[in-house]
């Protein structure tokens, strides 16, 4: 099993930036790659950004320089930094591990953006 606890949440205003973490914990060696995915109200889930366990990233068009996925591996954390932030941008972000023994989420942490 792998346990994923995001943080980083909260209210900003449009054109301020957040950073999220995901804390990986468990059989970590299984993980092939991490994701960010969202889901506005609404709105079906969505994948925001991936990096896999090469250091290889996407994203989904709409944040695309603007948003920044990372990790570090000696901590087991991948981050999202999120860059001039819009209200559309307003979601439940939730972290996820495609592993070996499986397809892992975490609990969501809400994010709100302002105009």
């Known amino acids: 099993q792998v346990q994923l606890v995001e943080s980083g949440g909260g209210l900003v205003q449009a054109g301020g930036s957040l950073r999220l973490s995901c804390a990986a914990s468990?059989?970590?060696?299984?993980?092939?790659?991490m994701n960010w995915y969202r889901q506005a109200p609404g709105k079906q889930r969505e994948l925001v950004a991936g990096?896999?366990?090469?250091?290889?990233?996407n994203y989904v068009d709409s944040v695309k320089g603007r948003f920044t996925i990372s990790r570090d591996s000696g901590k087991n954390t991948v981050y999202l930094q999120m860059n001039s932030l819009k209200p559309e941008d307003t979601a439940v972000f939730y972290c996820?591990?495609?592993?070996?023994?499986?397809?892992?989420w975490g609990q969501g942490t809400q994010v709100i953006v302002s105009s």
């Open positions: 996820a591990a495609d592993s070996q023994l499986g397809h892992f």
């Open positions: 468990g059989n970590i060696f299984s993980i092939n790659t």
């Open positions: 990096i896999t366990s090469g250091g290889s990233t």
